[in-house]
């Protein structure tokens, strides 16, 4: 099963907002490497939510509720619906990630400005570890 990463101010929608609403349609994505990423992905995915700007951690697990259908605003362009699982009791930030040299390749790191981006095993076992998420939330 794919992992994947994807980015929001938390300004704009945050965590808390998806834990809310419980469920959300992910769109507004142009760039053609992350659009090609939304399209890859699949019901049941996991996903980390990452939070920009100031923040810059990953504060909880989300999965994939739809997979890609053309967006209700723009149909040139495809959105996923996603699903809050559970916020992380410890957020894993960008410099925790960084110091672990092991990561250094991931996208977070080699392409900030990307919302949308695979993770790979690793980092995810890695980051799940860190976490101290609820398991039992995963199956």
Do not use: C
Not at 84 to 108: M, N, Q, W
Request: proline share 6%; net charge neutral.
């Amino acid at each position: 099963m794919p992992y994947w990463l994807v980015k929001s101010e938390p300004e704009e929608y945050s965590f808390t907002d998806l834990l809310r609403d419980k469920r959300a349609i992910w769109d507004g994505v142009r760039n053609p490497q992350a659009q090609a990423y939304l399209r890859q992905m699949q019901i049941g995915d996991f996903i980390l939510y990452y939070h920009s700007g100031k923040e810059r951690a990953i504060v909880g697990l989300a999965k994939v509720s739809r997979a890609a259908f053309p967006e209700p605003t723009d149909s040139r362009y495809v959105a996923v619906e996603i699903e809050a699982v559970s916020p992380f009791v410890h957020k894993i930030t960008l410099a925790a990630i960084r110091a672990a040299k092991e990561f250094d390749e991931t996208p977070l790191l080699r392409q900030p400005r990307l919302s949308v981006m695979p993770v790979s095993i690793e980092l995810w076992e890695w980051i799940m570890r860190h976490s101290s998420s609820e398991k039992e939330k995963l199956e």
